[in-house]
């Protein structure tokens, strides 16, 4: 039986997942592939053993080890960042080593570097686990949608920032509070920045992107909102419109040019988007042939990442095994129909909005508001004020029609410097009704 | 560049979708895999000339032309059938052809000799239509989730027999009448009785588990029951109790016998299955690895089949074009680790239950029902005697905890045959919160 033989760079949770993975589902993975998929190395600097279970598997400090050793085939690589894992998997591939990595910062940071790496030393790079943990949507997105134009993407790619809103929404509880509690559950990092900003929500979507399009996309082409100014108030007002609100990362595919935007959204509920709660991802592809598919899963996690790592690792090994590497073009395109695309400016974005004014109670307030808005072309759907006033402050929440994103900044500018606007307007947009 | 041929049996609706995705994404295709494939023949016995964009696809009525042309790499086979087809594919294989079909009666009746025909051949089998129209499901699962166990399966996998759940849930109108509705509209055929009934549904739960599991099953394995009894007072009730009714299909891997069941199912409003609505599929995979992961998407239509079918030929002229045939088993699992496997007798079930049992408006008969339900080991959370009697009749809604199958069955025998009983009871079985 073909032997193939792996490494991994990093045990950390990830880490130990794969090679946990890999030793409860070799025998499942011989009578799927024929094939002996054997680990033989670790490289971690801050482990100083291996559990009982990987006796035969050799510890390491030195990542060097593994690129020089002429029997390791594929090198996995889980330390995460952006600076080491960029060196170790360039060094892999300068070696001849087929990569698989998790590391979507890198990827969406450095991936034309790398994937141009991966080509001129002809290896493999697998990348399943990037982004949706695993949820098997970069497969779909080469292979089962092959025969499709991607005309949009919109997902909820970062389990921190859905289990944060999701608290909020269920329980009724502020920002602040969730976030303290996500964090002394493990649910959230000490620095959950990447997260709740959406940075991290970007990385995945530049990787989605780049595989549906076959486009170069950096992630200073993404435009970035979080999820930390969203209070209760926003959330409750949404339900009783009918909407959930989730941090979205959405692309709409124009042809010649694309959108690329991270923010809060309000979710008809009736949007299966809606129902994904907690620590769950799901991602939503409209494509011109198949119409919607949404794939949905644990998007973070040892063992559901580690299933996607090993899944990635199976490929490369038929493929060793086959004698047919890059079968599948690693970005989904041949190399030489990967090119660049313009991105939609966000000025130019028309959808419904939602916001959230804080003012003085005074007469004439709400006509000076709607008189600014009517100015800029922006027709409100409905006004609320709701609550009497809370230091002198109300709130005044207006959902509106249709309108230009270039518009509504210039409204709110104006608004928020009205001398009766008491805090910046929270705004957030809003997914029609069917919209894809 | 490399060349592929295909030829089509059968230019329905799937057919005609079929060569239209071939047609518009031919370019797309070509920038992803190098490979131009082309669609050089079409067979159909009613079918007078091909639409202009055709104009170089040549159309005969003979079948069999397609088999002794040398230059055809692919036959996909779209007439649907069990007799038929299985001939054309079968002779078609013979002759060293690859086979695409979309054909899920054929597949779950005669897999066995197929599946054994192809592997005598040496010749590939796509059958990514055969289940849930676009949605990239057998892809999925055979490779996407190849590191994990597969330890339950659930399956909204009819759109017409969703669809007509779903009407009836909006609009409270009764089976009959929708039927008619979504006949009248060509959302159900004029014989629905496979949709209604679970057999379809059935059909591809026997495909799926096979892919999952890597066993031998047939369509008598699995227990049917359809959607036909129901009524929208059941649909009311399940509302107020917190669940939307769905047709599933449910397998749960127990290690050396698995489950085999479809029927109308009670699922909890809080389930991402309960929101999959109108003409949409979905299946919902636990996997010990990966834990839950759910598809959804359209599950019928000329152009997402059409998308589910090239994605096959594309798969299948990638192995041609790299000479790496069978490169992934067509099973999932290696012949030589396909076995048969133990069925749980639906006997042994034990879930909760609703019971909508007709009765006469008589003092006593409560105590009666709930003395035999008593003798039998089934204890209730609630029971609803709701509106006044109707012809004598009155309803009483009964919700068990969970309870053993032939226990329920025994049961409701007795309650069947009192003599107060007007009606036959009917009885939804109710999938249990968080039941995976």
Known sequence: MKEV???????????????????????????RSGININLRKVADIAVDSLP????????????GELFNDQEIDIIVELIGGTTLAKTFILQAMEHGKHVVTANKALLSEH?????????ANEVEIGFEASVGGGIPLIKSLKEGLVANKIMSIMGIMNGTAN??????????????????????????EADPTYDIEGIDTAHKLVILMTMAYGMNIGLDDVAIEGISRIQPVDIDFAGDFGYRIKLLAISRNYGDHVEARVHPTMVPESHMLAGINGAYNGVHFTGDMVEDV??????????????????DIVDIARNINYGCLNR??????????ISPRQITPMAELRCPYYFRISTLDKPGVLS????????HGISLESVIQKGREQQG???????????????????????????????????????ADNEE
Chains 1, 2 share one sequence.
């Open 328 to 337: 599948v073009p690693c970005l989904s395109y041949l190399p030489e129909h």
């Open 52 to 63: 009982a279970h990987l006796s035969n598997v050799e510890l390491t400090r030195d990542a």
């Open 163 to 188: 289990y944060i809103l999701t608290r909020m929404t269920d329980h009724g509880v502020n920002f602040t509070e969730v976030l303290k509690d996500a964090q002394e559950k493990g649910f959230a």
């Open 294 to 311: 949404l794939l949905y899963g644990l998007g973070a996690g040892k063992m559901p990442t580690g299933s996607a790592v090993v899944a």
């Open 368 to 375: 000076t508001i709607s008189g600014i808005l009517g100015r």
């Open 5 to 31: 033989n792996v490494a991994i760079i990093g045990f950390g949770t990830v880490g130990s997942g794969t090679a946990q993975v890999m030793y409860e589902q070799a025998e499942r993975i011989r009578k």
């Open 111 to 119: 991936g034309r570097e790398i994937f141009a790496a991966a080509a």
């Open 393 to 431: 402050t109300v709130p005044i929440i207006m959902r509106t029609y249709e309108a230009r994103e270039d518009a509504v900044q210039d409204a709110l500018a104006e608004i928020n410097a009205l001398p009766t606007t008491t805090a910046e307007t929270v705004m957030i947009r809003i997914l």
